[in-house]
């Protein structure tokens, strides 16, 4: 029995001594060791391309971006420029508009009193010429009502000055010599739409 157990081992020894399969197994080894290395290398690397690849592209676009901006900061410099010119434009220009509507309203403020100083002056002239202007004064004066405004500055200008009137000429130069150009211009324009 141990003869055919020593007879079997030297046996497969010498076989495997002959055939150098254990020499070939362990060069087949290590070879394909490599091989397999080879092969799984590719695999991981795209894996490892993968992450490499958005890491790469990152600082590939912020260096890319670098010259962007200044060329956007040389390229804004003159828009901004222009931008504080147009809004000082448009500053001065709101400025001047409104002063001008400001002014407008005071015009606007001073021609109400204006018209509303003529129906006030008018209440004394209303007690002899009615508050429409229809009557004749004292009996005597022609209806002043709905003349035209010309006439109207005409005749009382003419009141004042001594240069218009009738046989009662001295009564209405006494109701008219303290009115400014102004006010007789209003009267007139006020009379002349009753
Ligand atoms: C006290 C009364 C009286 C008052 C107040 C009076 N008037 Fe007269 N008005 C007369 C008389 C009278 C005459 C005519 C005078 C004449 O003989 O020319 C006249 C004439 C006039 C005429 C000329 C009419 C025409 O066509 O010949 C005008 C215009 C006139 N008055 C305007 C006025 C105005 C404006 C006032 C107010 C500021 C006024 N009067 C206040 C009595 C008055």
């Keep these: 029995m141990k003869n055919w157990k020593i007879l079997m081992i030297s046996g497969v020894a010498a076989a495997m001594l ?3 399969c254990g020499e070939k197994k362990s060069e087949n080894a290590p070879q394909e060791t490599p091989a397999k290395t080879e092969k799984a290398a590719p695999a991981p690397a795209p894996v490892a391309e993968t992450p490499a690849k958005p890491e790469a592209k990152a600082p590939a676009p ?3 971006a670098a010259p962007a901006v200044e060329a956007v900061k040389e390229a804004a410099a003159p828009v901004k420029e222009e931008a504080a010119k147009q809004a000082e434009a448009v500053r001065k220009s ?3 508009e409104a002063k001008k509507a400001t002014e407008g309203v005071e015009a606007a403020a001073a021609a109400a009193k204006k018209s509303v100083d003529a129906a006030a002056l008018f209440t004394k002239c209303a007690g002899c010429h009615g508050m429409k202007g229809e009557k004749h004064a004292l009996g005597q004066s022609n209806v002043i009502g709905g003349q035209s405004k010309a006439e109207l500055v005409k005749k009382i200008e003419g009141y004042k000055n001594g240069t218009y009137g009738g046989a009662m ?3 209405m130069a006494g109701q008219v010599k303290s009115l400014t150009p102004e006010e007789i211009d209003a009267l007139a324009d006020y009379i002349s739409k009753l």
């Design 62 to 64: 912020a260096e890319a």
């Design 94 to 96: 709101v400025e001047t």
């Design 18 to 20: 002959l055939s150098g």
């Design 169 to 171: 000429k001295g009564l």
